[in-house]
């Protein structure tokens, strides 16, 4: 609404002119109330991240993004699950994997996620190894079609600056309880001993990573190819024709409406939040 207001002329009468002044005054007060009720209506609907989110049902996104080296993206997780006012949620990946613990642990928690509600998964550029483990989780995995799905399994890493530190003259003196303390240490290389031993760790986590997996599709179980397990990886489309993923979608917003969709909320129904904005 526009208010326009008219100049009365300086042969007006006095007492119009004094009643018109009132009558602007009111007008203005009013109209500061207004906007000033608008403001904090407004200021209600907004969360500390400048999401909005009022009272409606929430589809939470948690993004898995670079490297899994660190627990905080299971903590949100977490707060996602326990949060009553999030009816679904989608996992967002885009990762090559991780570490070991951060893994499963972030696969722990994205399990216990979808008992709880509607939960999609949907893989970016690349959902590997690690991120692959934890997105299996969800109730239903979506790729687009040229994502990079796979790379399964595990390895380790020893560098040795032995040569270097001999070329350099640089003498260390090691003080240990055991033979095997300072593995990985890199002012040596491992002994055959240690390469057996790492060896049958990594094939102990291979054996439960792979585990975890077929547990949660099922579909896998003896169908699993043996070209992923030795670290190669395939295209989305082709990572649908053997049971990786549900499907194709051709932008991220399809995985939110399919989360949405899964919890019984039409278009309009519900708000998109960031996992990290949960204030539960």
Do not use: C
Not at 25 to 33: P, T
Not at 184 to 205: L, S, V
Request: proline share 3%; net charge positive; hydrophobic share 40%.
């Amino acid at each position: 609404m526009v208010l326009v207001f008219k100049r009365l002329s300086s042969g007006g009468i006095r007492r119009k002119d004094s009643n018109s002044k009132k009558l602007f005054k009111i007008i203005g007060i009013l109209i500061v109330l207004a906007l000033v009720a608008a403001g904090f209506y407004y200021l209600g609907s907004l969360d500390l991240g400048g999401v909005k989110v009022g009272k409606k049902p929430k589809v939470a996104v948690v993004n898995v993004t670079g490297v899994i080296e660190n627990f905080q993206t299971a903590h949100r997780v977490s707060k996602t699950a326990k949060d009553k006012t999030v009816k679904a949620a989608v996992i967002k990946v885009n990762s090559p994997g991780g570490y070991v613990s951060p893994s499963f642990q972030l696969e722990s928690a994205i399990s216990k996620l979808a008992e709880e509600k509607p939960t999609v998964g949907a893989v970016g550029q690349l959902g590997a190894s690690g991120a692959y483990l934890a997105v299996s989780a969800v109730d239903n995995l979506y790729v687009h079609h040229s994502s990079l799905v796979g790379a399964l399994g595990v390895i380790a890493i020893w560098i040795s600056y032995k040569e270097y530190y001999e070329n350099k003259g640089i003498e260390h003196y090691v003080f240990k309880t055991g033979p095997h303390k300072d593995m990985y240490a890199p002012w040596r290389g491992p002994t055959e001993n240690e390469k057996e031993m790492i060896r049958k760790e990594i094939n102990r986590i291979e054996d439960r990573m792979l585990g975890e997996i077929i547990q949660n599709r099922p579909s896998l179980e003896n169908n699993l190819p043996l070209s992923l397990v030795k670290g190669e990886i395939v295209r989305g489309f082709e990572s649908v024709e053997i049971n990786l993923a549900e499907g194709i979608i051709g932008t991220y917003e399809e995985a939110i409406e399919k989360a949405a969709e899964a919890a019984d909320l039409s278009e309009g129904e519900y708000q998109v939040v960031r996992a990290e904005n949960l204030t539960g």
